[in-house]
């Protein structure tokens, strides 16, 4: 579902994603709106980009300086209020116990503000992937990692059984051929796993150790070499668009262009000049 943007002086957008786990997006810029104790029955995954927010869980005060991240458990009451001038700019997801499971809450209540660089990114890279229709599958498998870094924190004795040796080229040749039986139609991380039988994480990683590219990225480069064969066929765009597993033209021309380094209507000239 696309964003909803509430036109508004303190502005709010959010949508639902078809990204398994994630119940929705939410990006809001608040000057002076303070939320009163209330509860959620998801995970609350949250980064400040601006300014700071204070807030209370548990019975203690807690705060959200734009380096960290911060992680709210489901059934926890909590508020929040701006604590600069400024007000805040936010973006959070609300995700489901597919991500984490419930026996974590404990722990997220005991540490609910983590101060992780590499966390902080790799959240932010979801919500990019997020704010494009279309990279469904990047951000679902960015996102299988924003999980595992976030139950290392949780449950750090797990580090080291997330951490052995995940070479499994079998396993990679065997996603490569779903991707590649599923090009149009793609197939989400969840699908995949339950198909496949690992966990996703373990997907990502065998995937890129064998191949040296991503499996969101190997699924565009496909979808791109079949659009530049529909192309060269005659067919317009928009129908290439659809008919290589693209959102929408927008979306074809996007990958098209930087893969290839041209437009998929330069291109289609281009190839029909030659003929």
């Known amino acids: 579902m696309a964003p909803r943007q509430e036109a508004a002086a303190e502005s709010v957008t959010a949508w639902r994603p078809a990204v398994p786990g994630v119940m929705e997006v939410f990006h809001a810029r608040f000057t002076e709106y303070a939320y009163p104790m209330h509860v959620h029955d998801a995970w609350t995954l949250l980064i400040v980009d601006d300014g700071a927010v204070r807030y209370d869980l548990d019975r203690h005060e807690h705060g959200t300086p734009h380096d960290t991240v911060t992680l709210l458990p489901p059934h926890v ?7 600069t001038p400024g007000g805040f700019r936010k973006r959070v997801l609300y995700l489901d116990t597919r991500q984490l499971p419930t026996e974590l809450i404990g722990a997220a209540v005991d540490r609910p503000d983590l101060r992780d660089p590499l966390l902080r990114r790799r959240v932010g890279q979801v919500h990019a992937a997020l704010a494009r229709p279309g990279e469904e599958l990047e951000a679902e498998s960015r996102l299988t ?23 499994d080229p079998g396993l990679a040749r065997r996603l490569r051929e779903l991707l590649d039986a599923r090009v149009a139609e ?19 990683r065998a995937f890129s150790g064998a191949y040296g590219i991503a499996p969101h990225q190997y699924l565009t480069s ?48 281009g190839g029909g000049s030659r003929r």
Do not use: K, M
């Open 77 to 83: 009451p909590h508020n929040g209020a701006p604590a």
């Open 145 to 167: 990692f924003v999980g595992e870094r976030l139950r290392q924190h949780l449950r750090p004795r797990d580090g080291e059984r997330i951490r052995r040796d995940l070479r």
């Open 186 to 204: 793609g197939v989400t991380l969840e699908e995949a796993s339950a198909v496949l039988r690992a966990h996703p994480a373990h997907l990502v």
């Open 222 to 269: 496909r979808r791109v070499e079949r659009a530049r064969r529909l192309l060269l066929d005659g067919v317009p765009p928009g129908e290439t668009a659809v008919a290589a597993g693209f959102y929408d033209q927008a979306h074809l021309t996007r990958h098209f262009r930087r893969l290839v380094g041209v437009t998929p209507g330069r291109y289609r000239s």
